[in-house]
Structure formats: structure tokens, C-alpha cells
């Protein structure tokens, strides 16, 4: 119950406008034919961002050397940007009692946002043999 209720005050505080970012930046990524992974990494974590009480990011076991290029290009192109956003929405959000768990929502969306490629979200608790927690 009580994540549904944190959900939802995310939801109306910080978790709509930043699923309409994500969402808007992986439609751009995915016009670009080259970029599509970095669209469809967009969208996942639009959708983390959307809801992110009750779940967790952790590696994918099967990612590979691709996914680490590509996260060393997403870091250089986007990753640092998003990063600095979401440090700075979290400070934004700590000034109030309410805030401090939406603040550390964001915090917890820094992870995903920094390496997003080889990253999958899975609910709470769900262990993925092979992974390890990055958030």
C-alpha cells in the first residue's frame, strides 16, 4: 500500500514530465537509425521513471562488449546531462518531508541513467541469477 501511495505522489511531482522527457528523447534516438538502442534504453527508463517504487535496476548477465561501448557513448552524449538532472531534481525535492523519499526516487534512477544498456528493471526483491544490483 504504501508504494502505491509513493507512486503516486511521484507520479504528480516528478514521474509524468520525466517519462514525457524520456519518451520524447527515445522517439528522437529512434529516428536516428544508428541510435535505436540508445531509443529503446530511453523508453525503459521512461517507464522506471514512470513507476519506480517496488522495483529495482540490475545487469542484465547476458550483456556484453556492446553494451559496454555503448554505454561509454550514452555516458559522453547523454549520461552526464541526466545524471546532473536528476542530482539536482533530488536536492529540489529533499527541502520537504514528503520529498525525501521522491528525492531518493531520483537517486535511484541515476544508475539506469548513467548505464542504461546491459540494465533491465525487475520488481523488488526479484533476484536474476548472474546480475548484481546497480541501484
Same mark, same amino acid.
Given at each position: ?5 509513493? /507512486? =503516486?505522489? &511521484?507520479?504528480? +511531482?516528478? #514521474?509524468? $514530465? *520525466?517519462? @514525457? %522527457? ?48 555503448? /554505454? =561509454?557513448? &550514452?555516458?559522453? +552524449?547523454? #549520461?552526464? $546531462? *541526466?545524471? @546532473? %538532472? ?50
Amino acid at each position: 500500500m504504501l508504494r502505491l501511495v509513493l /507512486n =503516486v505522489i &511521484w507520479l504528480v +511531482l516528478s #514521474g509524468f $514530465w *520525466l517519462f @514525457l %522527457g524520456y519518451l520524447a528523447a527515445g522517439i528522437v534516438a529512434c529516428l536516428l537509425i544508428v541510435t535505436i538502442p540508445f531509443g529503446i534504453a530511453s523508453f525503459r527508463i521512461g517507464v522506471y521513471a514512470l513507476w519506480p517504487f517496488g522495483r529495482d535496476v540490475v545487469r542484465r548477465p547476458t550483456a556484453g562488449a556492446a553494451s559496454t561501448i555503448g /554505454n =561509454v557513448l &550514452w555516458i559522453i +552524449l547523454f #549520461g552526464w $546531462w *541526466l545524471v @546532473l %538532472g536528476h542530482i539536482g531534481t533530488a536536492l529540489a525535492l529533499a527541502v520537504t518531508i514528503i520529498g525525501l523519499p521522491m528525492a531518493w526516487a531520483n537517486l535511484k534512477l541515476i544508475p539506469v541513467s548513467l548505464l542504461p544498456l546491459g540494465s533491465q528493471i525487475v520488481d523488488a526483491g526479484t533476484y536474476v541469477p548472474g546480475s548484481r544490483i546497480a541501484g
